[in-house]
């Protein structure tokens, strides 16, 4: 079965600071897609990234970047240099391929808040 | 291109009401979902489609009810509304990526 867990329940950090969002999944599939999306205060859910379970590589957006390492089966999410704006809550998700569109699995969110 | 669409934004029922939860894509989509989403839960599976005329049940599927006559639309029935079911309703339409309507809020009293 999927889950996906996002231990951070609630994090505040400074406007500048550095934050890490983590994620771990779980999954008996050997190709699966991993997403982040974003949910400001207006409640919209905002695509960030799509990652394929073939594709290690990490990547960087301007001040986002992602970490996935299937070893630990972790795609965690760092934001440089927090703004205020990237107050919201953040989830992770799993789509296993076979079943791709049909079941995406979400974690729980992570509320970051950024202070001025 | 509007994306996915979805209406009413905010709804009040009666316990016992029933109501219809609208959806729409225009991005030719096969496979569309609804999701609630509930305080310290993340996004729960009611229903999915994979394509016109084919539904089935997600996690969380008692009380509601879908049907997928066009690749287009993808309405959520509630048949007798329960305070339970106050929640945010999002529905999603999936190609490589899955993108999400604005959300109906839903309140039952």
């Known amino acids: 079965a999927q889950k996906v867990t996002q231990a951070q329940t609630e994090i505040s950090v400074v406007e500048k600071e550095d934050v890490t969002l983590d994620c771990v999944y779980e999954t008996r599939d050997t190709t699966y897609y991993l997403f982040w999306y974003k949910q400001p205060p207006s409640g919209e859910l905002v695509f960030l990234i799509r990652r394929n379970s073939f594709d290690e590589q990490n990547e960087i957006s301007g001040r986002y970047s992602w970490n996935f390492q299937k070893s630990t089966s972790s795609f965690n999410f760092t934001i440089t240099a927090s703004q205020v704006v990237d107050s919201a809550v953040y989830f992770c998700?799993?789509?296993?391929?076979?079943?791709?569109?049909?079941?995406?699995?979400f974690g729980p969110g992570t509320r970051l808040s950024v202070l001025p | 291109n509007a994306g996915v669409t979805q209406t009413p934004k905010f709804q009040v029922l009666k316990t016992g009401q029933s109501m219809t939860l609208q959806c729409a894509q225009d991005?030719?989509?096969?496979?569309m979902s609804w999701y609630r989403q509930d305080p310290g839960m993340g996004l729960r599976l009611i229903h999915y489609?994979?394509?016109?005329?084919?539904?089935d049940q997600g996690e969380v599927p008692n009380g509601y009810n879908v049907s997928r006559s066009t690749t287009e639309d993808f309405p959520l029935r509630l048949l007798s509304a329960a305070p339970s079911q106050t929640s945010v309703y999002f529905c999603?339409?999936?190609?490589?990526?899955?993108?999400f309507g604005p959300g109906t809020r839903l309140l039952v009293l």
């Open positions: 999603a339409s999936a190609g490589e990526t899955q993108y």
């Open positions: 991005m030719n989509h096969e496979y």
């Open positions: 489609s994979v394509g016109a005329g084919i539904t």
């Open positions: 998700a799993l789509s296993e391929a076979q079943n791709y569109g049909q079941n995406f699995v």
